[in-house]
């Protein structure tokens, strides 16, 4: 079998690439090949994407008249580029997806790209932030955030509090974290202000008790912390507490993975205070959100509460049904990722668009703290910085 996919791979996915994506004047059920981390550490992740793509599935399902959407979803058991590309070539080769989509990690979407591109199959990113990915293929388009997005504003506005001098930054030690280390300490500026030391902890299943020993010995005014999310944040905001490092004067900022909304009950008031710069919070404040949210809990459960993964999940197929109504029936893989590429939202997160220059997502970046809200936890806003494109791809 696997002799067989290596042989004719090529092959067939040139013809897949010849294929329209629709007839002109029959319906057609188009096949969406959803790739996300279902199992492991990081099942909870995958989790959320799927079931945002599925909610707008359930609310839209009779937006295409009658034409459908069948989501095809598969494992890729966390960061494993392997596993993800062998996925990506099934389901373009054996499944014959007209989209892919999905992806929590970062290397497993760069292994994926060659496949998108052979195949002129659009990829829709859903998660993986790292600014250089799009620059992978051409037919990458990303609904979710990078890195610099949001870790840029947060860093400006660390650099005005007079409270905050210098800050220690831990990260994961895989290309996202890298570069979260980078955008922050690059946009961590002015008099006085400066990264005394920077800490790579391993991605999966980390011991943060050691690494934040030596931030508290070290004694910085903040600790900045990028991971990928999960039960890693509430590792992560446990050690924190045991050490303490807040009592010790040491404030904790980070991206919007520390204080992920389906971690936060677990977080206890550990994380009261906390802040964060991103692009989701259940806490905001529109019609959207509230819509979003009550369908959610009408689905899922009144427990159930969802993340910015369910939003990559939910607005990534927003932008794929936008791509075939805007092709009619008529088009193939380039025409979806040109239509994309003029897609525009009232998202859960707010307004949103795709940077036709970059095929990357344009957005609000919220600073939010931890806040009690009716007896919860919640990332309430307050500064907003808008509409902001993607900083790395200016370098």
């Known amino acids: 079998m696997t002799s067989f996919r290596t042989l004719t791979l ?13 007839a002109s004047a029959d319906a057609k059920a188009y096949k969406v090949g959803l790739i996300a981390s279902l199992s492991g550490p990081t099942a909870s992740l995958g989790q959320q994407i799927e079931r945002g793509a599925r909610l707008y599935e359930q609310l839209h399902k009779t937006d295409l008249g009658d034409d459908t959407i069948e989501l095809v979803v598969r494992d890729d058991t966390g960061p494993a580029p392997d596993v993800a590309k062998r996925l990506a070539q099934e389901l373009v080769v054996r499944d014959h997806v007209d989209f892919l989509a ?7 979407a760069n292994a994926i790209a060659p496949i998108a591109t052979q195949a002129k199959v659009p990829f829709v990113i859903m998660n993986a932030a790292a600014s250089a990915t799009t620059k992978a293929s051409p037919y990458i388009v990303r609904v ?5 997005q949001f870790t840029q504003p947060l860093a400006q506005w660390a650099s005005k509090q007079v409270d905050i001098k210098t800050v220690y930054t831990l990260v994961s030690d895989y290309a996202p974290g890298i570069e979260a280390e980078e955008a922050f300490t690059a946009g961590f500026k002015g008099d006085g202000k400066s990264v005394v030391q920077s800490v790579r902890v391993p991605v999966q299943s980390p011991d943060f ?8 010995d070290a004694k910085p005014d903040a600790l900045y912390v990028f991971l990928p999310g999960g039960t890693q944040s509430t590792a992560l905001m446990k050690a924190y507490q045991s050490l303490g490092l807040k009592e010790a004067g040491i404030r904790l900022i980070g991206s919007g993975e520390v204080t992920v909304e389906d971690e936060l009950p677990n977080m206890g008031d550990a994380a009261l205070g906390v802040v964060t710069g991103f692009h989701y919070s259940t806490a905001h404040d529109s019609k959207a959100n509230a819509d979003f949210l009550k369908a959610w809990q009408a689905a899922y459960g009144a427990d159930s509460t969802p993340t910015f993964m369910a939003v990559g999940g939910y607005d990534g197929m927003a932008a794929i049904h936008h791509a075939i109504k805007a092709m009619k029936g008529k088009g193939d893989g380039k025409a979806a990722v040109d239509a994309m590429s003029q897609w525009t939202a009232e998202s859960p997160r707010g307004s ?4 036709p220059e970059t095929r990357d997502i344009v957005q609000n970046i ?10 919860a936890l919640r990332n309430v806003e307050f500064e907003t910085f808008a509409a902001v494109k993607d900083p790395g791809k200016a370098k």
Do not use: C
């Open 144 to 148: 979710s955030q990078t890195i610099p």
């Open 10 to 22: 090529g092959t067939a996915m040139a013809a897949a690439a010849l294929l329209p994506m629709a």
């Open 352 to 355: 949103v668009s795709i940077d």
């Open 366 to 375: 919220y600073i939010r703290r931890v806040e009690k809200v009716n007896g």
């Open 102 to 108: 999905g992806i929590i990690f970062t290397p497993n």
């Open 209 to 216: 008790v050691p690494f934040l020993q030596k931030v508290k």
